[in-house]
């Protein structure tokens, strides 16, 4: 009787295959399945597919043709890849940040640059402005009580003490003794003292007071050699008709004022007439140098707290996102080769990266699961 022989059995026949691995396995069926359902496909071009999903399954590519990828033809190992990818997204990362800083830190620098030398302008014009109403209140008080306690001895003599313009001028010197960069004066056209007469810039401050009446105030910030300097101006008006009778005519000027200082000069003021300009000068150098270290601290300071903000942010991103992912990677890399005994990785906690790992899990469960009903 004959009996039937079991093919393995046959030495005629060509010794068995080496069993692949159940992922090569499983794309062994999908190359039969594709071939049983493209019968009109072109033998070259099934294989060159075929060849493709074999080559998956070992952790190779070859595309149709033959030819591979410039990584795999230069022999690039899968890992040192993914650290390129690594570093890549750290620099992306820190390069977003720095772009960031960089933007907002010069906008910051602007900005505190213009407001602290806003500032430290009005600053010293706040102490300017205190300086002309004190040489105002000096006028006041002189006029008021030093001039008719001595108007009995202006008959015999000429008092300067007597003249608000030059109690005003004689305080502000004592001032001068202790800051020397402060200084009062009261820039005239024509005036009765030599030392009063306005220099050309002072000329043009008293001519924009005549041609704009109600003009107030001027503000002029120019530089010397020993800085920069804001000058405040305020207009002096004759409106006191008790001032006409030193500088109306010569003829109704007292005769000991004369004596001393001549005809030729401080004469022909009209009543409501912009005569002369108040000018304050206060040196604007020492407090724009406050301010630039206040902008120095400031920008130091800021980029501190960036530094330290970059540092742990870089510590935060490598702890919560490029480990976990480097580490799933490497499995999901390691299980499409088809090695065995692959560890677990699940990462605890609600954030996106979690999710992804347990989202991963369960992908690697069921196609451990699929992979097993295939071998079955």
Known sequence: MATRQDPKDDPRQPAAPERPSRFATADLSLIEARESTSASASAGAGHDADTAVLHRATGEFSAPGGSRPPEAAAGTPVRAQRGAFRLGLRMKFNAALLFTFAVGLALAAWLSNRVLKDNAREEVLQEARIMVESALSARAYTAQHIKPLLAEQM??????????????????????????????????????????RASDWEA????????????????????????????????????DSGCLSCH??????????????????????????????????????????????????????????????????????????????????????????????????????????????????RMRVSLEKAMAMLDE
């Open 204 to 239: 043009d401050l008293v001519n924009e007071f005549r041609n704009h009446p109600d003009r107030r105030e001027l503000v002029v910030v120019r530089d010397t050699p020993t800085g920069q300097m804001m000058h405040l101006a305020k207009p002096l008006t004759v409106d």
């Open 155 to 196: 008959t015999e003599k000429f008092l300067p003490e007597t003249v608000s313009a030059y109690a005003a001028s004689q305080i502000f010197l004592s001032l001068r003794a202790k800051y020397p960069d402060y200084t009062y004066k009261e820039a005239a056209l024509n005036p009765r003292n030599p030392t009063n």
């Open 248 to 361: 109306s005519t010569p003829e109704q000027a007292p005769k000991p004022m004369l004596a001393l200082y001549g005809t030729a000069n401080g004469f022909g003021w009209q009543l409501g007439e912009v005569v002369a300009a108040q000018v304050v000068t206060v040196p604007l150098s020492v407090p724009m140098a406050r301010a630039r270290d206040a902008l120095t601290t400031f920008v130091l300071l800021l980029a501190g707290v960036f530094a330290l903000l970059l540092v742990l942010l870089n510590v935060l991103l490598h702890f919560t996102v490029i480990q976990p992912v480097v580490r799933m990677a490497n499995i999901a890399t390691d299980v499409s080769m088809g090695k065995d005994d692959v560890a677990d990785y699940v990462l605890q906690g609600g954030d996106e990266v979690a999710s992804l790992s347990r989202s991963f899990h």
